[in-house]
């Protein structure tokens, strides 16, 4: 089975213009329509069973239509986390919401959303995350938007994972795009996850087992950052490492189900 933690779509009428806009910003071709019936498509194709959607806020404003249309693209293949914006007004507000709403977890994006990821002003986001138990996944690393400044540098992500014991924090791109010497210096051994989104691009194989090693299979999540990765180059990449198959299953489903509180016997029937 194959469970890909880090997938984005965008409705249909807005998908056209925000691929264009995103795809200037990051250079990079997507690999689908960024529709979620392109992406439920392509997905198939790749190898992949079931899939997390992550909906970003960029804007205060956006928060509830987002995590309205999150709700609503939930299904026996997609899993979908909602959105806060930190500068909303309501924004612990909408975390309950999303509670009710039935999202998985939360996605924020630090380059996106303009914040640090160790700010004072996110303490209350993160005490809320973690009265609701929902996981959050952030952007940690690079970003091309704002190449000069990372916001979620892999020792502020330490400090926040240190400071909230009980938050299920997953850092993406390996908990450091472009950062894994420091990711290996601060993050291994912290208690987080880490999706391998776009590893396959930017972590030599070399240091990706590591990493994983290290810090231990049972906390690494497969992801592709569809459609700015895709789940066919990823799967190979984790396919063609050094790991055992058993911790491999534990990258492809085996944590992510758990994470997401789903029974991995059953899924394996």
Same mark, same amino acid.
């Given at each position: ?6 997938? $984005?779509?965008?409705?249909?009428? &807005? ?35 079931? @899939?997390?959607?992550? %909906? ?10 987002? %995590? ?6 939930? !299904?026996? +293949? ?9 500068? @909303?007004?309501? @924004? ?16 924020? $994006?630090?380059?996106?959303? %303009? ?6 002003? +996110?303490?209350? =986001? ?6 609701? /138990? ?8 690079? !970003?091309?938007? /704002? ?9 502020? &992500? ?15 791109? +390996? *908990?450091?795009?472009?950062?894994? !010497? ?12 880490? !999706?391998? /989104? ?12 590591? =990493? ?22 990823? &799967? ?18 085996? %944590? *992510? ?13």
């Amino acid at each position: 089975m194959v469970l890909d933690f880090h997938v $984005h779509t965008f409705p249909d009428a &807005i998908a056209p213009r925000t691929l264009e806009k995103l795809s200037r910003i990051s250079g990079l071709t997507p690999s689908t329509l960024g529709t979620l019936d392109s992406t439920r498509q392509k997905l198939r194709e790749w190898g992949v069973d079931r @899939a997390v959607l992550l %909906n970003v806020a960029t804007k205060p404003s956006q928060q509830t239509t987002i %995590n309205n249309c999150a709700a609503a693209n939930q !299904d026996e +293949m997609f899993f979908c986390f909602g959105s806060i914006h930190p500068d @909303a007004p309501d @924004a612990i507000e909408e975390l309950y919401r999303i509670r009710e709403l039935g999202l998985r977890g939360v996605k924020l $994006h630090p380059d996106y959303q %303009n914040f640090f990821v160790n700010e004072d002003r +996110m303490a209350p =986001i993160y005490e809320a995350l973690v009265k609701l /138990s929902l996981p959050v996944v952030i952007h940690a690393g690079y !970003d091309p938007l /704002s190449p000069d400044t990372v916001h979620a540098q892999p020792k502020a &992500i330490a400090e926040v994972v240190r400071s909230y014991p009980g938050l299920s924090l997953i850092g993406a791109h +390996m *908990g450091g795009m472009y950062r894994f !010497d420091e990711v290996e210096e601060y993050l291994v051994g912290e208690h987080l996850y880490l !999706d391998m /989104s776009l590893a396959c691009d930017a972590c030599s194989p070399e240091q990706f087992e590591r =990493i994983v090693r290290s810090h231990g299979a049972g906390k690494i999540l497969f992801g592709s950052d569809t459609p700015w990765g895709n789940s066919r180059d990823a &799967i190979a990449y984790l396919q063609a490492s050094g790991l055992t198959r058993e911790e491999k299953d534990k990258i492809f489903y085996q %944590n *992510g189900l758990k994470l997401l509180g789903m029974d991995t016997t059953a899924a394996e029937n």
